[in-house]
């Protein structure tokens, strides 16, 4: 029986091996860019959450911040817009939500609500002083003619949902965190 020798490396085999070690770092040098480029962007990161103090907006105010690259509604509800949400039987709805479901427990006053109408995500109108709130006192889409009402409920016209609700908590009665 013959006894099979050990052959040693050889110079080549160090290269074989070298030059492939080399050729995979920089195939993975040059494909890390193309993965890296994936990754959401510095400004989406840093909008993933807002604080937004509520202490300057005075009772009957909306306010509009960008979170997420969206529009959030933020209204300081009046007595009679809170009774008026109330008042509204579930049977008118389009989407059944209960007024108090809609806003924070203890914190009633506050509506928070990304701006986006339900049909086609056009920017309702409201906000402003002065413009145009539809038939329930809440919120006119004027591009296909929704109307919501004073708790971003859908009441007439196409839009299927009501406004949507961010995830929100208050941090304290005047701090609510969004995200």
């Not at 509009?64 to 509204?88: L, M």
Request: proline letters at 8%.
């Amino acid at each position: 029986m013959a006894t099979q020798e050990k052959e040693e490396p050889t110079r080549r085999d160090f290269l074989f091996v070298t030059t492939g070690a080399f050729a995979a770092v920089g195939g993975a040098a040059a494909v890390w860019p193309l993965i890296d480029q994936m990754n959401p962007d510095a400004t989406v990161k840093a909008l993933a959450s807002i604080e937004i103090d509520l202490s300057p907006i005075e009772e009957g105010q909306s306010v509009t911040f960008k979170w997420r690259g969206q529009p959030v509604f933020v209204r300081y509800r009046t007595a009679s817009e809170i009774a008026e949400a109330k008042a509204v039987p579930l049977d008118d709805l389009k989407d059944p939500q209960p007024d108090n479901e809609r806003v924070s427990e203890g914190h009633e006053q506050w509506l928070v609500m990304v701006g986006l109408c339900t049909h086609l995500g056009c920017v309702p109108l409201g906000q402003k002083p002065g413009e145009e709130r539809g038939d329930y006192h809440g919120w006119f889409c004027p591009c296909h003619g929704s109307h919501y009402d004073t708790a971003g409920r859908i009441r007439k016209g196409p839009a299927p949902k009501n406004l949507v609700l961010p995830p929100f908590e208050f941090l304290s009665d005047t701090l609510v965190k969004i995200g």
